[in-house]
């Protein structure tokens, strides 16, 4: 069992950063895959960035802006995200998986990123 809690959002002006942290619980953590996922008013959730043991991906839409990394031996995952837009504004999640799984299994409660123009 994985337990998630995110951090770090906030209210911040267009062109600005935001740190989120997702730290989790559980001895096997580090071999648990991550991803943040947001879910913008009115629109489908979407997965921005995901880390593996293999890789990092980003969504097109926050590719060169958003940063995904892990701390295993703080059991911690951030979302550095910069030069922010109105368009990032969501309720931000985070999510784990065991790495070879498909599917999210594990999720945080959310935390609210407001980006003003």
């Known amino acids: 069992q994985v337990q998630l809690v995110e951090s770090g959002g906030g209210l911040v002006q267009a062109g600005g950063s935001l740190r989120l942290s997702c730290a989790a619980s559980?001895?096997?953590?580090?071999?648990?895959?991550v991803g943040w996922f947001r879910r913008a008013p009115g629109k489908q959730r979407e997965l921005v960035a995901a880390?593996?043991?293999?890789?990092?991906t980003y969504a097109d839409s926050v590719k060169g802006r958003f940063i995904i990394s892990r701390d295993n031996a703080k059991n911690t995952v951030y979302l550095q995200m910069n030069s922010l837009k109105p368009e990032d504004t969501a309720v931000y999640y985070c999510?784990?998986?065991?790495?070879?799984?498909?599917?999210?299994?594990?999720w945080g409660q959310g935390t609210q990123v407001i980006v003003s123009s």
């Open positions: 880390i593996s043991s293999a890789r990092t």
């Open positions: 999510a784990a998986r065991p790495d070879l799984a498909v599917v999210y299994d594990y």
């Open positions: 559980g001895r096997t953590f580090s071999t648990y895959a």
